[in-house]
């Protein structure tokens, strides 16, 4: 299993509070992203990370900033969280496919267990 | 933005081979297009990908349509442990994946 920790696993927080979900990966890997999953909605992605310091935005990063001080942490910050951001949240990781031999190349996609949040 | 389009669910008898559509009409030349499921309470997993051609792995195959806009997911034998979530995705420029909604596989004994 590729090496992803998320944390927390599980919070429960009010509506107005910052919330911040930590990514660890021991992979060493490029890439990093932020997803939430909703029923009916599949997995959207918030934002991603391409490099230390290198961050851009998904289709729903509204309410959302991320930081990546270091290539091993990928921080998801809600700074004023809302009923409507209540979710699961994945944090996924994948090397550069462009920089993997032919062969190997899928820039696969590995996953962490999620994090459920809960806004009240 | 990439698009893909799937059933919502679908089911199968054990032992029985198994086609997932998936439509992503808005594909591109450079997609590449993958499949990942997710079992419950787990974070979703690779299960095979391709751009042109059909391609076999030792989880499943993969047909894609002469023009890309579509593909099917094929799983030649249905066991309980396959019972998932599936979910077709188009990769762009390298590291961005656009997931679609998924279709809820239940495999009956």
């Known amino acids: 299993d590729a090496g992803i920790t998320q944390s927390p696993r599980h919070k429960v927080t009010e509506t107005g509070t910052p919330v911040t979900l930590r990514c660890h990966q021991t992979e060493n890997h490029r890439y990093m992203y932020w997803y939430r999953q909703d029923p009916g909605h599949g997995l959207r992605l918030i934002h991603y990370s391409y490099g230390v310091k290198d961050t851009d935005k998904g289709e729903v990063s509204d309410g959302y900033s991320v930081s990546r001080s270091k290539t091993e942490d990928f921080l998801l910050t809600l700074e004023s969280a809302t009923s409507s951001q209540t979710s699961v949240y994945f944090c996924?990781?994948?090397?550069?496919?462009?920089?993997?031999?032919?062969?190997?190349?899928?820039?696969?996609?590995?996953f962490g267990e999620g994090s459920r949040l809960t806004v009240l | 933005d990439a698009k893909t389009t799937q059933p919502n669910s679908m089911e199968s008898n054990e032992e029985e081979p198994v086609h997932l559509p998936c439509n992503h009409s808005?594909?591109?030349?450079?997609?590449?297009i993958h499949w990942y499921r997710q079992l419950p309470s787990q974070g979703p997993e690779y299960v095979i990908h391709g751009l042109t051609s059909n391609v076999n792995n030792r989880m499943a195959s993969l047909a894609i349509a002469e023009d890309r806009k579509s593909s099917t997911l094929i799983l030649h034998r249905a066991t309980l442990r396959d019972a998932a979530v599936y979910y077709c995705?188009?990769?762009?420029?390298?590291?961005?994946?656009?997931f679609g909604s998924g279709t809820k596989l239940n495999v009956k004994p």
């Open positions: 995705i188009l990769r762009r420029n390298f590291n961005k994946f656009y």
């Open positions: 808005t594909i591109s030349g450079t997609d590449y």
């Open positions: 996924a990781i994948s090397e550069s496919a462009v920089s993997l031999p032919s062969a190997t190349n899928t820039g696969e996609l590995f």
